[in-house]
């Protein structure tokens, strides 16, 4: 009934004890398209969506590499994600410079929630509109770290953000209890079978989704574009025509990829707020 | 350097007061530390004493001491510059206990806090001035560095400083092993402090030597080195040279 009226600024209370404009910033989160992170007791997993503005443009880079031991998906503002990458880079590569010594990501994660939580509390800021799942290995083993506009963080085994993200959630929550033992192959094909869940009803193909692994002795990196297929392969039946000349092999993309992007633009432009552009 | 500027953040106004400000000389200083590693982590020995110029002032100074968990320092040199390093581990330390996150400083971690700061204060001209041994054993793995006060910086598994340099080390490149248990390893040590003490004018017989293992970090209690001055060249000295004293 207030909420018009307590949500100009961000340091203005309601009378229900509400800052409207964290929770805007929220929905921020809900609008990007979707990321997802699973963690086992030595690897973590970050995939999301490949989600392009047009036919005619490439898609956005979602997941970004802070470390060597440190990777981060983020849902939302992709512009203030960009910037939190880079104060978390700036934050990972001044401590291994001092230290020699990788910075712990527990210790990486409360410093994003207090810049966070700054911009909560200062009338001529706005909070970030960016929700970012932070996935790193340390001494005390792998980890996985979601962080709110509004400065909280949690850690989770496994978590999805971004719009269709609750299909992608209650498929992991079904599946969560055996992820702290998974092998690393099975880590992957459960992120890509969550990332599938998140499409509804379109085809999966490796050219929708981006899939980043890390672990012990394994830095962060990429999968490229062939291994996803093989992992999506072993589970997606090959739909009839034109699949069949893109099964197994990354190179004939033409006639799926024109397939599938005619599918992606009716309907990323109904589900994607225009902010994420 | 006497020239007069203020600088735009206001905290410094350079004149000629300012030089003072600098360290430009060590008063009481520590002599020798030496460090090595041995089978079951590290070992390092330092005598307790502080020089003031010649005379040998100050006969109980504790030149090692324990940092966290997993580390222990030794220094020589001044003796009040390692007093305000200690100071700067301590605020480390609490900082890195504070999270309570199950994650703690390691030497590694230590020893290169200690070069940047070093060598930073090197940079300004305004060093500390010190050289420093690190040593400490962390998830298994023993580790043992050496800054200077200029911020050289390296590992070994032998190290020492100051005259231990020249009387220690030969001893210690021809005698160290990787294999040496804890009492061979004390040997060793005393071998080495044992020449330090006949040699080395600033040195004292009254030593500790620290122990660092997986179990954590211990420092004895003081104790003196048996010492033998009775070799007959001793006896007579000038028996070559009538009139020499």
Not at chain 1, 251 to 265: D, L, R
Request: glycine letters at 8%; aromatic letters at 10%.
């Amino acid at each position: 009934m207030f909420r018009n009226q307590y949500d100009t600024d961000v340091t203005t209370w309601s009378p229900t004890g509400r800052l409207f404009q964290v929770e805007y910033a929220m929905e921020a989160v809900k609008q990007g398209s979707a990321a997802i992170g699973l963690r086992s007791r030595s690897h973590v997993v970050l995939a999301c969506v490949n989600k392009a503005q047009s036919e005619l443009s490439s898609h956005q880079r979602k997941i970004f590499k802070v470390d060597d031991h440190i990777g981060v998906a983020i849902a939302g503002l992709t512009a203030d994600g960009r910037v939190l990458s880079r104060y978390m880079r700036s934050e990972s590569i001044n401590h291994s410079f001092t230290y020699e010594s990788p910075l712990s990501v527990g210790r990486l994660v409360v410093r994003l929630a207090d810049k966070a939580q700054v911009c909560t509390q200062r009338s001529w800021k706005r909070p970030y509109g960016v929700g970012l799942l932070v996935g790193g290995l340390d001494e005390s083993g792998a980890h996985l770290y979601y962080n709110c506009p509004s400065g909280n963080y949690f850690e989770y085994q496994a978590f999805a953000i971004g719009s269709r993200s609750q299909a992608a959630k209650t498929y992991l929550e079904r599946r969560y209890e055996s992820f702290q033992e998974s092998s690393r192959e099975d880590l992957i094909k459960d992120a890509i079978m969550a990332i599938r869940e998140t499409l509804q009803g379109e085809t999966l193909k490796s050219s929708l989704c981006t899939v980043s692994v890390l672990g012990v002795e394994e830095p962060f990196h990429f999968l490229d574009q062939e291994s996803i297929q093989k992992v999506i392969d072993t589970f997606e039946k090959v739909p009839e025509e034109e699949e069949d000349a893109g099964e197994g092999e990354a190179e004939p993309e033409a006639a799926p990829v024109a397939a599938g992007t005619g599918e992606q633009g009716g309907s990323g432009d109904q589900d994607v707020a225009p902010m994420e552009m | 350097m006497t020239f007069t500027i203020q600088i735009e953040n206001g905290t410094e106004v350079r004149n000629a007061e300012a030089d003072s400000q600098r360290t430009l000389y060590p008063y009481v200083t520590g002599t020798s530390v030496v460090a090595i590693k041995y089978k079951d982590g590290v070992l390092m020995a330092s005598d307790m004493g502080g020089s003031y110029g010649s005379t040998l002032r100050y006969k109980n100074i504790e030149r090692m001491k324990a940092i966290g968990k997993h580390s222990l320092l030794g220094a020589s040199g001044e003796i009040s510059d390692f007093q305000e390093i200690l100071r700067y581990l301590d605020e480390l330390t609490l900082n890195d206990n504070m999270w309570d996150d199950g994650n703690s400083l390691g030497p590694k971690e230590v020893h290169n806090y200690l070069t940047r700061v070093m060598y930073n204060r090197r940079n300004k001209f305004n060093p500390l001035w010190n050289t420093l041994v690190l040593g400490g054993v962390k998830n298994g793995e023993k580790y043992l560095g050496m800054v200077s006060m200029i911020g050289v910086s390296f590992e070994d598994n032998h190290v020492a400083t100051g005259f231990g340099n020249h009387l220690a080390r030969p001893i210690l490149r021809d005698e160290w092993r990787e294999d040496l248990g804890f009492e061979e390893g004390v040997k060793l040590l005393e071998k080495c402090m044992r020449v330090l003490l006949y040699r080395d004018r600033s040195a004292i017989n009254k030593l500790q030597i620290a122990k660092m293992t997986e179990e954590g970090v211990t420092v004895s209690e003081p104790y003196s080195l048996k010492t033998f001055w009775e070799f007959k060249a001793f006896t007579n000295p000038t028996v070559g040279a009538e009139g020499s004293w």
